[in-house]
């Protein structure tokens, strides 16, 4: 089975500064997805960011990047130039490729933006 | 651009009470997904279905089902409602089972008193 691991249960940048919120996982499958969903308050999944496993280079979107280490299963979400609309609920979620469909979750890492 | 639809978005039930909660896809989009989020919790996955067909199964009890129509909406049929069952209910839509991304509707809360 998969697990989805994230460490940290809160965190808190200040507005304008650089935050990264941690994610491990578990697989014995070689091709998979790897997502960043936020979760406002409104309680909204919203996709952040996706990897896909057999892609080396790192996303990016904007101010939100990746860095993927794949030996280490790793999937660690950087935020840039954070900003009071930023906070939330992150939650780090892994999909195979090819056997079950599902998404699985991390239990996910409460942001907290000060201004 | 036109997301996944849930509906209602609230809904009140008492314990022993039955509850369906309907979701209608991304325009053509073919598989949908059944999500469970409890208070503070992740979303555990209940069950998908692709080209109206169950395609896999989750934590799901006996006293759910589920369907998906030929117009690719799906419907989540609670009954037996438990005070456990309250609890954020979202659905997501892909094209495709090995589509790589699921696009989530609001949700709606199910409240059982």
């Known amino acids: 089975a998969q697990t989805v691991t994230q460490s940290q249960p809160e965190m808190s940048v200040q507005e304008a500064e650089t935050v990264t919120l941690s994610c491990t996982y578990d697989t014995s499958e070689s091709d998979y997805y790897l997502f960043w969903y936020k979760q406002p308050p409104s309680r909204q999944m919203i996709l952040v960011i996706r990897q896909e496993a057999y892609k080396q280079q790192n996303a990016t979107e904007n101010r939100f990047s990746v860095n993927f280490q794949k030996a280490a299963k790793s999937f660690s979400l950087k935020i840039s130039d954070s900003q009071l609309g930023d906070a939330a609920m992150y939650f780090c979620?892994?999909?195979?490729?090819?056997?079950?469909?599902?998404?699985?979750f991390g239990a996910g890492t409460r942001l907290t933006v000060k201004p | 651009a036109a997301g996944v639809i849930q509906s209602p978005r609230h809904l009140i039930k008492e314990k022993r009470e039955t509850a369906t909660l309907k979701c209608y896809p991304i325009?053509?989009?073919?598989?949908v997904y059944w999500y469970q989020q409890g208070p503070g919790q992740d979303p555990q996955f209940l069950i998908s279905f692709y080209e109206k067909m169950q395609s896999d199964k989750g934590s799901i009890p006996d006293r759910f089902s589920a369907q998906q129509f030929s117009d690719y909406h799906s419907e989540l049929n609670m009954s037996s409602l438990e005070l456990g069952d309250s609890a954020l209910y979202f659905c997501?839509?892909?094209?495709?089972?090995?589509?790589?991304?699921?696009?989530f509707g609001p949700g709606t809360r199910l409240t059982v008193l």
């Open positions: 325009p053509r989009h073919d598989t």
């Open positions: 997501a839509s892909s094209s495709g089972l090995a589509a790589d991304t699921q696009y």
């Open positions: 979620a892994y999909r195979a490729l090819y056997n079950n469909n599902d998404m699985r």
